[in-house]
């Protein structure tokens, strides 16, 4: 067997150097994408925005999963609502704007003017008398499920999702430290990014590739630093470790903020990569938190939203400016150099020679991710 | 049951509120798409152009249907003839220039120069020899069927079509009093729209949608005033009431022009709606006629032609150039009103969650065009 | 039978009009697109670039043939390799410039530093160990079969490709009075083309079409010279004659050049014409050589490399300057006029109307073309 253990502050890790990759139709088959947006994008928990985005009542953020929009708003009582974008009388649109605010406390169809509550419920439908073929309530607009975990809002688009707690057992309590919920949006970049979203998450989940890729972000945490603590299911990631004490991911080394609330001990020299299975990557750093939302729009095609949170005082400090600029900075350098090898071997998979590659020991835990997608499609590859 | 019956004028309307829309794979599907074409657009006779387009010997006007680019013309007899845009010798597009005349009597191949006269027969095939494999009889160009209606030009491009006075006998007679022959295109406008055919006609032949989405029209023409004096088969269409005296569809809705011809009575105050199935929507109105030419090119995009119709003299009178404005500046104003709400009604159509939608009573002839569409494709929808 | 024979010079010519020409949607169809993919440009000979491009070891150019990309390069024995472009680790692109020098002598993805030698052997896997799932000599890059013929290198995708000397048995000997391997690009233009490239193919194998499309090609070589001398298989092609005494395909129609190495006799007044199928077209000069390398991008879609060579001493004498680009100039010119038919008929046969079309006696190679198609697809047309 080609299998060998190194030891790295006491844990062991096996070295499986040749487990094979995806075939490389999974990266650019239109049918396997359309069964992905099928049996992942509309089954699982999708993140889909901060519950500051929509903070007030009648706030609302529109968000895109293939061909459905959601309108995530929060209705009278507060309580968030993710209802589908599609008025029950002739399938119009109801709201085109990316995000803003229902101030009439209402939804009107701009077709026919029917009206619907922030809870989703038909209030009106002018000229329509309730009958035996037409009734209000068979008319309120579907919705999908919400959960709102430490801020981050996810929907699941499944008429019978299973519940977020199980799905998403590793990251119940997890980061609590973080108190996440607190922070706000400091900065966002959108990147339109021509790859497979699992090229992404792939991407994101191995450092074998940093040396040659981000020789930067390399210096502050070095290759053999990195260690896994969540290997199974929807939520696998680990840590690497800062060489710098009150280090963190910024052009020059330094924190660029005090201490995220109560993180403490070890969690103030080590970056956390968690991916949230499918669609958000997690970075908890000891001074603020980086993650990347990731919208397919094909095979090849995805939108990434790249977010930096910091505390709100931070924020509010115009001294701080200079800082949160250096971490900006910092990940949209690394994140390019990603984008890059990213989308080169989106081009690359395509050819016929290609069959399947090989994971590095380094890379194992890409090989947890590939099985998640087959077992999420019902597939089942000859290994 | 939800059926009720209003009377207005002496006519009873049975309000049947709740009959349920075609399902949203209608205005999405590839396939939809393709059956549309082969079985309504290649079968059906189809609205071409105003015979005033083609008005001398030669001149000609290309009409695009789908994949058969049509070239239509006058024979040296004054006939009007829609030659298959494509050589008989090896498939070349004849012509390119999307309007013109042929000066020189006949039409010439740009490759090998076969020469066609404008009946279509192949005068000249440079070096060939007639034989056993070629005789130019059997290489004249492909016809479609022609029917000038009131000048009006249809064409058909099944090789054996229904007759046009049989398919269209709702039409035969109708609107005489406007002798629309002899109307001249005052002004066109050209639209390019993201949204399926039949939500055009959809959106047409109901005014459910009026006093949102038009809050001017539906001041000259109140809502309640509709009515339908035409609901079956191909041509379908009805009138609402002019609430000015010596009124008509403009931006202070008085009248552009004295009333057109023969027209009188009633049809002084009556703007009338026709959908004259599939691809034309005419609106006389009593000083002018307005219509719709629909181009699908695909099951989310279409062309849509907007002609001004007016008598002859009064476009030739320079002081009524200002009252031809107001009434396109209406109508361009009432048009882009309703395409916003159509390509919303195309993206939200999309999602899984829309099935099928209600009809209102009001909108209870959208049932019959529904009906009209599936009874062409053969299909059959639990109702 | 409608048969006939015309006597020039001593050859006798069948006049075979009428016969058919292939169905529309061999040039729309993408299933069979995809088919001769699969069956013509993934099995074949296939040009890709001239000798002198990548003359120096370590001097790479990117070839593209559908979803293939091919790194042609000269590795440190100097031997022309054809390797897949296409990291055997996880399937990385390993090069994105389309042509440069691997300095190194070494080919680095530049994901995880795999790297490769000129032969494509993986050298280094940085951290990879060997064992039983994983070996260096199982990860070398796919290669190409290459074949050197007159400084055109072609390459062959095929994993048993048949051998080239007996694929191209007519091109053996042929033109080594031109010493093409000495000659040099002295100009490219690339052409984005809107049609199959069986069109072009089909449009460069005769001249039927030339009095009407090329009145000055008409003048230099009228149509009635257009002899063939070869018939047969891949390689097809024919002649025309010079009307002037040192003349050529120029402008003015002179010479731009003295003769090529030991051209002489009969093939100073003579333009051959040569169809190296699927890719190339040869068309040798008395004083310099043209040739059009042709990439299809999609059924209606090619991008149509054209170069012009000469003698290195004529390139490189400031004098000649003009007299090249008076050939240029010619060609381009030429080449237009081609472009804009085969574009035209491109769109013509895309109707249903268009069933087969009908070849004249001038035209008859062209149905030799078409037949070499439907051998290499395996199909079989009533005629």
Same mark, same amino acid.
């Given at each position: 067997?080609?299998?060998?253990?190194?030891?790295?502050?006491?844990?062991?890790?096996?070295?499986?150097?040749?487990?094979?990759?995806?075939?490389?139709?999974?990266?650019?088959?239109?049918?396997?994408?359309?069964?992905?947006?099928?049996?992942?994008?509309?089954?699982?928990?999708?993140?889909?925005?901060?519950?500051?985005?929509?903070?007030?009542?009648?706030?609302?953020?529109?968000?895109?999963?293939?061909?459905?929009?959601?309108?995530?708003?929060?209705?009278?009582?507060?309580?968030?609502?993710?209802?589908?974008?599609?008025?029950?009388?002739?399938?119009?649109?109801?709201?085109?704007?990316?995000?803003?605010?229902?101030?009439?406390?209402?939804?009107?169809?701009?077709?026919?003017?029917?009206?619907?509550?922030?809870?989703?419920?038909?209030?009106?439908?002018?000229?329509?008398?309730?009958?035996?073929?037409?009734?209000?309530?068979?008319?309120?607009?579907?919705?999908?499920?919400?959960?709102?975990?430490?801020?981050?809002?996810?929907?699941?688009?499944?008429?019978?999702?299973?519940?977020?707690?199980?799905?998403?057992?590793?990251?119940?309590?997890?980061?609590? =430290?973080? #108190?996440?919920? @607190?922070?706000?949006?400091?900065?966002?970049?959108?990147? !339109? $990014?021509?790859?497979?979203?699992?090229?992404?998450?792939?991407?994101?989940?191995?450092?074998?590739?940093?040396?040659?890729?981000?020789?930067?972000?390399?210096?502050?945490?070095?290759?053999?630093?990195?260690?896994?603590?969540?290997?199974?299911?929807?939520?696998?990631?680990?840590?690497?470790?800062?060489?710098?004490?009150?280090?963190?991911?910024?052009?020059?080394?330094?924190?660029?903020?005090?201490?995220?609330?109560?993180?403490?001990?070890?969690?103030?020299?080590?970056?956390?990569?968690?991916?949230?299975?499918?669609?958000?990557?997690?970075?908890?750093?000891?001074?603020?938190?980086?993650?990347?939302?990731?919208?397919?729009?094909?095979?090849?095609?995805?939108?990434?939203?790249?977010?930096?949170?910091?505390?709100?005082?931070?924020?509010? =400090?115009? #001294?701080?400016? @200079?800082?949160?600029?250096?971490?900006?900075?910092?990940? !949209? $350098?690394?994140?390019?150099?990603?984008?890059?090898?990213?989308?080169?071997?989106?081009?690359?998979?395509?050819?016929?020679?290609?069959?399947?590659?090989?994971?590095?020991?380094?890379?194992?835990?890409?090989?947890?991710?590939?099985?998640?997608?087959?077992?999420?499609?019902?597939?089942?590859?000859?290994?």
């Amino acid at each position: 067997m080609g299998e060998k253990k190194f030891t790295k502050r006491g844990v062991d890790y096996p070295i499986v150097d040749g487990t094979r990759t995806l075939p490389g139709k999974y990266y650019h088959s239109r049918e396997i994408y359309q069964e992905e947006v099928e049996k992942i994008f509309y089954k699982f928990w999708i993140y889909a925005c901060r519950a500051e985005e929509i903070e007030n009542v009648g706030d609302y953020k529109l968000i895109q999963v293939e061909d459905e929009s959601i309108i995530l708003t929060r209705d009278k009582e507060g309580k968030i609502r993710a209802l589908f974008n599609v008025c029950s009388h002739r399938g119009t649109q109801l709201c085109t704007e990316p995000s803003g605010n229902f101030n009439s406390g209402s939804i009107q169809c701009p077709y026919h003017a029917w009206t619907y509550n922030l809870a989703g419920d038909l209030i009106a439908a002018p000229l329509m008398k309730e009958g035996d073929r037409f009734n209000k309530k068979a008319c309120s607009l579907p919705q999908a499920s919400v959960y709102n975990w430490e801020g981050f809002v996810f929907i699941n688009l499944d008429e019978n999702p299973v519940p977020f707690e199980e799905h998403m057992e590793a990251l119940m309590g997890k980061f609590s =430290d973080w #108190k996440m919920a @607190e922070l706000r949006i400091a900065h966002h970049i959108r990147y !339109d $990014l021509n790859c497979n979203w699992k090229l992404i998450l792939q991407n994101y989940q191995e450092c074998y590739h940093c040396p040659g890729v981000h020789p930067l972000l390399s210096e502050w945490t070095p290759v053999q630093s990195a260690q896994h603590d969540a290997e199974k299911g929807a939520v696998i990631g680990g840590f690497m470790d800062l060489t710098k004490e009150r280090g963190s991911m910024t052009m020059d080394g330094e924190a660029a903020a005090p201490p995220v609330c109560d993180v403490s001990g070890d969690d103030l020299q080590r970056i956390y990569y968690y991916s949230i299975f499918p669609n958000l990557l997690l970075t908890p750093h000891p001074d603020f938190v980086l993650f990347h939302h990731i919208t397919p729009e094909g095979p090849g095609k995805i939108i990434n939203d790249c977010y930096w949170l910091f505390r709100p005082e931070v924020i509010a =400090d115009p #001294k701080a400016k @200079e800082r949160i600029k250096s971490a900006v900075d910092f990940w !949209d $350098l690394t994140n390019r150099q990603d984008w890059q090898v990213c989308e080169q071997m989106q081009i690359g998979t395509k050819s016929k020679r290609f069959t399947r590659g090989y994971y590095s020991g380094r890379e194992d835990i890409l090989h947890q991710l590939d099985n998640e997608v087959l077992k999420a499609l019902g597939h089942n590859l000859a290994d």
